[in-house]
């Protein structure tokens, strides 16, 4: 298998600004984003954000205020982070999952002075939930909010819901756009360089903390327009995703991707199998964006053989091509590897081709434009082809840094980013991963930390302990599972458990596995004293594996 790929960018400046604007001028009245019964082209898009970036101008943003932004997927997302990064305010991304003790820890870390936001989405209930995490906010003032627990948070603008008093309806800001003209507009966007900020994505850290990727609008626009070569979107496609706009895999892989595209993103409040397969047919998708396990949830829904998905050709869900589209072998499935620092993938194949049998498990090879090193974690030298080590990459689509640490706690001296991902490359080029070096568990496609949800377990009165690791599931990947000591006298159940945790994180953390014990000496201790994680790892998989 010969190289012959090559880096490809667009051929104007890779900004907010001038992308919406490109996209606008290229696919005018074709339809870019669907929900429900609200439809937005790429002509309405272009001009919505403007009115709204212009209004946010009147309102005192520029260039460099952090304008957060939590708001499910849809237009009014993609209007508002359209507005702000147009006008050079980076945009943190909030995670509609978070709970109280998530979002108020991000919204102090990413250093927002206006937050864009509904009121409620799906049972969460922002409005008091930003009233929890901020004393004193609910007794504020519309634009002159001062609480300790934020000092950087000024003002809260709202869709859709009736504001509280210390915010304000979205029509309430659009109503100045007048104030500001389209030549300054233009000014503002002439003023960003490709190299600026753009956005800050929240991921699990190897820490308790999470960690906020920065990523440049360079990166932001041309990571997908140079993946374009390895997929098979057409102007006109039909994309389903119920991946989050605040993650890579919604925003970059989806979202922009299709504009440059020019094909449309189909939405939905909440994947629901059967309301997912009626809504494919209705607007007859033609690629579906999603993860291993919804494949298992469509195909198995009752109605899944009624359903006319002739409509459908792509996606990353073999399961639902047709049979001439089809892979079979998931090991021979072209794939690819990435990570949020990378803005996706870092390593491609063409998307739904077939591997030949000697590159079983390949993740593909470098993008164009990003390179791979093998290195050994105590040597620090690069390994051979076929060894084993870290995998390290390098080139145009890496995040700038992360929120609030140094480029050296972060990069190399010669700026490669040692990615905790375990693998090696053959003499071909070809990326073989091999899983995490550390013990971040992937279930679902939701990244989450052991550590983040340690902590929070033993906050729980009548804990001493808790051990959080990987149990392997046939559709999810792995599931979260705790190993639990309670104190001397001390027990709860393990549902009673679960029903506090999910009070106080995203529920995709929460274990789905609880093995409790009464003392410390009924684990597997090492002669160290620390506790012996495989060990105990293997005990809870024989435990809660399905079929063991």
Known sequence: ?????????????????????????????????VIDDHRLTFAEAEAESARLAKALLASGVKAGTHV????????????????????????????????PRE????????????????????????????EQIAPGLADQAHGEIRVDSHPTLRTVWMWNDDAPQWAAPIDDLLARADEVSDRDLLEAEASLRPNDAMLVI?????????????????????????????????????????????????????????????????????????DTLALIEREKVTHVVGWPHMAKALTEHPSFGDR??????????????????????????????????SLGPHSIEMIGSELPPEKRGSFGRSVPGMEHRIVDPISGKDQPPGEMGEIWIKGYSLMLGHLKKSRRDVFTKDGWLPT????????????????????????????????????????????????????????????????????PDQSAEPADLQGRLKAEMASYKVPRHIATYGAPTELPWLESGKIDRRALQQSLVDRFTEGS
């Open 68 to 99: 957060a932004l939590l708001a499910p997927n849809g237009p009014d997302w993609i209007v508002g982070f359209l507005a702000a990064t147009r006008i050079g305010a980076p945009v943190p991304l909030l995670n509609t999952y978070y709970k």
């Open 308 to 341: 006319d998905l002739s409509s459908v050709r792509g996606g990353s869900l073999d399961a639902l091509l047709p049979p001439e589209h089809r892979v079979g072998d998931p090991e021979l499935r072209a794939n690819s590897l990435g990570m949020t620092e």
């Open 1 to 33: 298998m010969t190289d012959d790929r090559t880096y490809q960018e667009p051929d104007y400046r890779a900004t907010a600004g001038e992308f919406i604007r490109h996209v606008a001028a290229e696919w005018g009245d074709r339809e870019l984003a």
């Open 420 to 487: 905790g991902d375990a693998g090696f490359l053959d003499s071909d080029g070809h990326l073989f991963f091999k899983g995490r070096m550390g013990d971040q568990i992937k279930s679902s496609g939701m990244n989450i930390t052991p550590r983040e949800v340690e902590l929070v377990i033993e906050e729980q009165p009548e804990v001493m302990h808790a051990f959080v690791m990987a149990v392997p599931h046939a559709e999810r990947g792995e599931d979260v599972a705790a190993a639990i000591v309670f104190r």
């Open 202 to 274: 929240y991921t699990s850290g190897s820490t308790a903390e999470p960690k906020g990727v920065i990523h440049s609008h360079g990166g932001v626009i041309r990571h997908p327009y140079n993946l374009l070569p390895f997929r098979d979107l057409e102007p006109g496609d039909i994309c389903y995703t119920p991946m989050p706009l605040f993650w890579v895999g919604g925003l970059t892989y989806t979202l922009i991707s299709c504009m440059h595209a020019g094909a449309s993103v189909v939405f939905e409040q909440q994947f629901e199998p059967g």
């Open 103 to 130: 979002l108020g820890w991000v919204l102090e870390h990413c250093d927002a002075e206006v937050v864009l936001t509904v009121g409620s989405h799906l049972g969460h209930d922002y409005v008091e939930r930003l």
